[in-house]
C-alpha cells in the first residue's frame, strides 16, 4: 500500500492548529509566532513533509525585526558627524519599523575583543559598525555571521559591505579650488593615523597638487598632528615658509587652525586661506565661516540601511562598496591668492 502523502492540513491536525498558520510559518509569512514557527517546521520535517524554506519577496524586510549599530566611544563622541549619521540611521530604522540596538566599544573591549552581548549571542538580523574600531575586531564581529555593513570606513583585510564617503575626489575637489583661487603654496593638516579616510584625503590632495605640477614640500604636509587646539597651535608655529592656503582633513582641525592663525597675526583669508571638510557645525560657527565639502549624512544613513537589507536578504552576494559623493560649499575663509604670504 502506498504511503500517505503528508499535506498541511496533517501537520495542522497533529498540532491542533488551523491549517492557515501552517501555510504562513513554511511559507515565512507573518501570523505566529518564533515559537509556534520552529514547532511547525520540526513537525513537518519529523512527519514527512515536502517543506522547503521560502521567503515571501513581499515580506522579505519584515522578517528584519532587530539591528545593530556599533561604534567606537571615540566615534560616538564627534556629536558634529558621526552622531547625525546615527539619528539618521535611528530615523530609517523607525520607518522601517525595524528596533536599533546600540553599543559604544571602549578600547579595553576593543583590545580584548570583547562582543556586545547581542552579537555574541546573535540576537539580531543585521549589524551596522559605524566608522574605524580596530581591524581585528571588526573581523572578531564578522566571523559571527552576522550580515554587517561598515559605515566610513573599510580595508583590504576586512571582507565586507562598506558605505562610504568619495574622500579622495572630495578632497581632490577642495584643492583645486584653492588652486583655482591662484595658491600654489597649500599646506595640509590632520592626522592621516586616525582614519582611513584621512589618508585618503591626503591621497586626493597630493593628486590636485601633482596634476598642477606642484611637489607640496614635506614641511607643509602635517599629516600626523592630533585634533587637539595645543598640539595643532605647535604644528602650525614650526612651520618656518608659510603656505599661502591649508586645506584640513576635517572642519575641526580647519575651525583650530583659523584660531591660531589669527592668533599668529594672519588675516583670513586676504593672508591664509583655510578649506576644512564635512560641513560640520565647526565650520559654520568658526571666524571666519569657513569653505568645507559637504557630506550628506542622511544619504549614509540611507544606503548603508539599504545594503544592510540587501545583504540580510542575500548573504552569499559579493561584497560591495558604495562611494557617496561630496560638494564644495564655499564661504568666507577662502579667497584668491594676493601677493607673497
Not at 518564533?34 to 524554506?53: L, S, V
Not at 568619495?166 to 582614519?195: C, K, M, P, Q
Not at 587637539?228 to 618656518?240: D, P, Q
Not at 565650520?283 to 569653505?291: A, D, F, L, M, N
Amino acid at each position: 500500500m502506498a504511503k500517505k502523502k503528508i499535506v498541511m492540513q496533517d501537520i495542522a491536525d497533529r498540532l491542533n492548529l488551523s491549517k492557515n498558520s501552517v501555510s504562513q510559518a513554511l511559507s515565512g509569512k507573518d501570523g505566529v509566532s518564533e515559537e509556534t514557527r520552529r514547532k511547525i517546521i520540526q513537525t513537518a520535517i519529523e512527519m514527512g513533509y515536502r517543506y522547503t524554506p521560502k521567503k515571501s519577496s513581499e515580506n522579505k524586510n519584515k522578517q528584519v525585526r532587530t539591528i545593530g549599530l556599533i561604534a567606537s566611544e571615540f566615534a560616538f563622541s564627534m556629536k558634529n558627524f558621526f552622531g547625525e549619521i546615527y539619528l539618521a540611521i535611528e530615523r530609517e530604522a523607525q520607518r522601517h519599523g525595524i528596533s536599533l540596538r546600540i553599543q559604544s566599544i571602549t578600547p579595553e573591549a576593543r583590545d580584548q575583543l570583547v562582543l556586545p552581548a547581542f552579537i555574541e549571542h546573535q540576537d539580531v538580523d543585521g549589524l551596522l559598525i559605524l566608522s574605524h574600531i580596530s581591524t581585528e575586531y571588526v573581523n572578531h564581529v564578522l566571523a559571527k555571521g552576522i550580515p554587517t555593513v561598515l559605515i566610513d570606513h573599510h580595508h583590504p583585510l576586512i571582507e565586507a559591505d562598506a558605505v562610504l564617503t568619495n574622500n579622495r575626489f572630495g578632497a581632490y575637489t577642495a584643492v583645486r579650488h584653492l588652486l583655482e583661487l591662484g595658491h600654489r603654496s597649500i599646506g595640509i593638516l590632520g592626522n592621516i593615523d586616525a582614519s582611513p579616510s584621512y589618508q585618503e584625503r591626503w591621497e586626493g590632495y597630493l593628486l590636485a597638487m601633482r596634476e598642477h605640477g606642484i611637489e607640496p614640500p614635506q614641511a607643509h604636509m602635517l599629516v600626523h598632528v592630533t585634533e587637539e587646539g595645543g598640539k595643532i597651535e605647535e604644528a602650525l608655529r614650526s612651520v618656518t615658509e608659510k603656505p599661502s592656503a591649508w586645506f584640513c582633513m576635517n572642519d575641526g582641525f580647519a575651525f583650530f587652525a583659523c584660531s591660531v592663525l589669527r592668533n599668529m597675526g594672519c588675516a583670513i583669508p586676504n593672508d591664509v586661506s583655510v578649506c576644512g571638510f564635512d560641513n560640520s557645525d565647526f565650520s559654520q560657527i568658526g571666524v571666519p565661516k569657513i569653505t568645507t565639502m559637504n557630506i550628506d549624512l542622511d544619504l549614509f544613513a540611507k544606503e548603508a540601511f539599504a545594503q544592510l537589507l540587501r545583504r540580510i536578504e542575500r548573504p552569499d552576494d559579493a561584497c560591495r562598496e558604495i562611494l557617496l559623493p561630496t560638494r564644495l560649499v564655499k564661504r568666507e575663509s577662502t579667497g584668491a591668492y594676493v601677493g607673497q604670504s
